[in-house]
């Protein structure tokens, strides 16, 4: 589905709850959104996002002055009913496999806070990013509460209410199928980033709702790229290689846990029509090598950070396939996950550009602070192309209905 030329050039106006570093913020705008209210309370997320629009950034430099405070303080009330998109990543520590899976018994639990701002904005639609550890079996009955929230924002929490409590009601309001008040339309699925371009293996759990009332149609754009296709370039053509100027006495064996997977393709005899999943090496070949602790000229964020160590489960992530999962840590940034890994056993920190690029921020796009902080930063972020090729679908659907009515 395609929109129309009319409404293609037309902004459609969106919220942004949980900015951070700006990436869910960067995919929407590149969608053709436009942000009416940005909302932050981390410091260092919005000094980042001030000093790009300072810069000149597009399409920062036309984003809102961020709201630097607690989401929980926000007044929604000049946006009632005139904002298209609802988007926002709540903070994911309380959910994230890498973190103490407090869930909702962490203070830095903010899921209520989307369904207040779908309630009280009453947009077209929303969307909500989160980690995978979303969907651990032991969050199974809270995600339901998330969703059933999601669903039915009128519904409210009463005051001195388990939360338990509020999820009977909202089931047995479910279940009684009435249409009465606010309601949206929901759905979710894990998303691979990998799987829509991004050089890196990051999955995240993606919750997209359109009210009820526009009766819209939707689905989940399906993977562009895939690890098939990346399997055929290196092990079946070589093209991969040849594309890097690598000789075939320099290339690497195949990795033991993909032999069979390619004898299976070679035995197919067909490549996979997806693109390929793009690899580090893709993404980090024109980039000179960094010197510690000096940036590179003419090159953002582009210092190298010593002291990286490779040890058990941490082990960085190799040159040929998509990065691990970049993180934020809870007691300061994991080096394994955020450390690049050469073929003869050497390791160092990504810069914070590196880094960048693996989660497809723009090259002129600067994170503020020390390593650590950047780091952060952008192991909190939602992947920029990931962001907006679902950004784009919503799109679609919101600006082919505005030219039918």
């Not at 689905?219 to 890097?244: I, K, R």
């Not at 992530?317 to 809870?330: E, I, N, Q």
Request: aromatic share 10%.
């Amino acid at each position: 589905m395609k929109a129309s030329k009319n409404n293609a050039s037309r902004p459609l106006e969106s919220v942004e709850l949980f900015a951070g570093a700006g990436g869910l913020a960067l995919g929407i705008s590149d969608a053709g959104f436009h942000h009416r209210a940005m909302i932050e309370r981390d410091r260092w997320a919005c000094d980042t996002i001030r000093y790009n629009q300072e810069r000149g950034v597009s399409p920062v430099v036309n984003w809102p002055t961020p709201y630097q405070g607690d989401v929980r303080d926000f007044d929604y009330s000049p946006y009632e009913e005139r904002i298209d998109l609802v988007s926002g990543g709540p903070p994911c520590q309380p959910f994230s496999i890498g973190g103490k899976h407090r869930g909702y018994r962490d203070d830095r639990d903010i899921f209520p806070e989307a369904a207040r701002a779908v309630r009280e904005i009453r947009p077209r639609a929303f969307l909500f990013e989160n980690v995978r550890g979303l969907l651990r079996p032991n969050f199974a009955e809270y995600f339901k509460y998330i969703l059933l929230r999601l669903t039915y924002p009128e519904l409210v929490r009463r005051a001195n209410d388990k939360w338990t409590n509020h999820l009977a009601r909202l089931e047995r309001h479910h279940t009684a199928g009435t249409s009465r008040g606010l309601s949206y339309n929901v759905t979710f699925r894990a998303l691979n980033a990998a799987d829509y371009g991004v050089p890196q293996a990051r999955v995240r759990v993606v919750l997209v709702g359109f009210r009820a009332d526009l009766g819209f149609e939707w689905s989940f754009p399906e993977p562009e790229h895939t690890l098939d296709s990346l399997l055929w370039d290196q092990w079946v053509t070589g093209e991969y290689w040849d594309e890097h100027s690598i000789s075939k006495r320099r290339r690497p064996s195949i990795p033991q846990r993909f032999v069979s997977r390619v004898a299976k393709l070679k035995s197919a005899g067909e490549k996979p029509s997806a693109a390929r999943w793009r690899t580090v090496r893709d993404v980090l070949r024109d980039l000179p090598e960094p010197t510690e602790r000096q940036e590179t000229k003419g090159v953002l964020n582009h210092w190298l950070n010593p002291g990286a160590r490779a040890y058990t489960g941490h082990t960085g992530s190799p040159f040929d396939l998509p990065a691990k999962t970049l993180k934020a840590g809870v007691h300061g940034v994991p080096g394994g996950e955020n450390m690049l890994a050469h073929a003869d056993g050497r390791v160092r920190y990504f810069t914070v550009r590196e880094a960048a690029r693996l989660q497809t921020f723009p090259d002129n796009y600067a994170l503020e602070g020390a390593w650590s902080e950047a780091m952060r930063q952008l192991g909190n972020a939602v992947p920029v192309k990931m962001s907006q090729t679902v950004a784009v679908r919503i799109r679609e659907l919101l600006s082919n209905e505005a030219e039918a009515a």
